[in-house]
Structure formats: C-alpha cells, structure tokens
C-alpha cells in the first residue's frame, strides 16, 4: 500500500517510537495525525512535521472516538493506524509490602492493550466502509501496525504486568487480521527490544551500557528511526499480514 496521500493515526506520537513514526510517515507524504496523552508534546511534534496534534486518551472509548473523528475532519478516513501509546510499569506480583495492588495490573492492561484495542475497533469502522485504494494493491483499504514487546514472549522478573499487556497485542495480531481480511485491512504488530526512547533514557548511562551489551548484534539499544523505518517497510508490503515481527538485535531476555 502506497504511503503518500494516506491519512494517519498515530498514538503515542508525542515521543519515542510514536514521534519517529509520526515523523517518518510525514516524510513519505502522509497526512498525520499525532494523538498524545500529553497535548504539549503532541503539539510539538505535529508542529515539526507538519501534522496534527490531537489529545486522546486511547483506552476511553468516548474520548477516543472523538479523537478518531477530529483527524478524519481534517485528513479524510484513516487508511493507516500506528498504536504506539503505552507505559511500562514494573513490579513484582509479590513485593516487599505484599502483592502487587491489583490497580497497578489493571492500569498497565488499560492503556498498553485495552487502549490497542479501542483504536483498532474505532479506527476499523470507516477504514471498512471507505473506498479500496486504487494502486492495485488487492483491494486495499488500510493497514493497522500495534506495539508489542520482546517481553510478550521473554518477560522478565517484575515485568508481570507489562509482559502480560504485551503478550495480549501480540495475541491479538492474528484472530484480527483474519477477522479484517474481508475488507482488505491488513493487522500487523512488532516487538521492539531494547530501544533509546525517553523510559530507557531516565536510566544511568551506565545502566544503558549494560543493557546494550545483553544485544549480540548490533551491540547497542535500538534507534526509534530503525523502528519507524520498519513501520514503513510494513505498510508498503501488502504480502505482509497476521504477523508479529521482532526486531531487537537477536536480544533474548534473561529472567532479570
């Protein structure tokens, strides 16, 4: 599916992998709108790519579908969907002060695959009913890309929440893709490692080199450009559907 002329939805664009997304579609002529919890750094990066910026609770329904109809007012139907809002709290199930609040899981499940999930169902209802794109690409109408983890597969001591929450978009991908075939919608996900975004970045520089060392090859943290780079390769291979892709530099995470 070509890229140019396409509207997008991008959440979490307001940093990290979201925000070198957001920046990589505008670069190919897409029409991108950068949905962000944080209006101000939504807003800054809508304004660096000349996209727009749209605040947008992913996991509120209402909230959501309102943010969904804000961008199609603007750009048209949204012919791509990029998920990447999430938060990534850690904590054992069994601490020092007893069991994990049980809050505690539910916000992580919320935002990181509830919050998936919500966009997908909003975002799929006028991508079903819009036009096949007419670039040959099999009856096409769009294309939906989520954020999953390497810990959806190698979840590490304290990452219960977060390994769950991953592990459910990565589960997620197929049963949708099959589901959204019949109307030429392709459902993909990747599982980033261990990538230099703003959560990795609070920690010591120390603590990123031992982090970056665990990667066989290349042996560093990831850059979100190789991540937004990926998306692209993603929505312009229309062969590619169903399928959760790892890209994490042969990482495989140790229990802690």
Same mark, same amino acid.
């Given at each position: 599916m070509r890229i140019e002329g396409m509207a997008a939805l991008v959440t979490g664009g307001g940093s990290g992998l979201g925000a070198a997304t957001a920046a990589?579609?505008?670069?190919? &002529?897409? =029409?991108?709108?950068?949905? %962000?919890?944080?209006?101000? =750094?939504?807003?800054? !990066?809508? =304004?660096s790519i000349g996209g727009l910026s749209v605040r947008c609770d992913v996991a509120d329904a209402e909230g959501a579908k309102t943010a969904i109809a804000q961008a199609e #007012?603007?750009? $048209?139907?949204?012919?791509?969907? !990029?998920?990447?809002?999430?938060? &990534? +709290?850690? &904590?054992?199930?069994?601490?020092? @002060?007893?069991?994990?609040?049980?809050?505690? *899981?539910?916000? !992580?499940?919320?935002?990181?695959? +509830?919050?998936? *999930?919500?966009?997908?169902?909003?975002?799929? !209802?006028?991508?079903?009913?819009? @036009? /096949?794109? @007419? %670039? $040959?690409? @099999?009856g096409a109408r769009g294309v939906i890309i989520s954020t999953a983890s390497v810990a959806a597969f190698e979840g590490q001591i304290g990452q219960a929440a977060y390994a769950a929450s991953k #592990?459910?978009?990565?589960?997620?991908?197929? /049963?949708?893709?099959?589901?959204?075939?019949? *109307?030429?919608?392709?459902?993909?996900?990747i599982a980033p490692g261990l990538f230099a975004t703003p959560l990795l970045g609070e920690l010591p520089e120390e603590a990123q080199a031992a982090l970056?060392?665990?990667?066989p090859y290349p042996p560093r943290l990831g850059a979100p450009d190789e991540f937004a780079r990926l998306i692209l390769a993603m929505i312009e291979n229309d062969y590619l559907n169903g399928e959760v892709v790892r890209l994490d530099g042969a990482l495989r995470m140790q229990p802690k």
């Open positions: 990589a579609l505008a670069a190919r &002529g897409a =029409k991108v709108a950068v949905l %962000d919890l944080n209006a101000e =750094k939504g807003e800054a !990066v809508a =304004k #007012g603007a750009h $048209g139907v949204a012919r791509i969907l !990029v998920n990447c809002a999430g938060i &990534g +709290t850690a &904590g054992r199930v069994v601490g020092r @002060d007893g069991p994990m609040p049980l809050e505690t *899981f539910e916000r !992580v499940i919320r935002v990181n695959l +509830t919050g998936t *999930f919500n966009m997908m169902r909003l975002a799929v !209802v006028p991508m079903s009913l819009a @036009d /096949p794109l @007419d %670039d $040959g690409a @099999d #592990g459910g978009i990565a589960a997620l991908t197929l /049963p949708v893709a099959r589901e959204l075939a019949r *109307f030429g919608i392709r459902v993909l996900a970056a060392a665990a990667i």
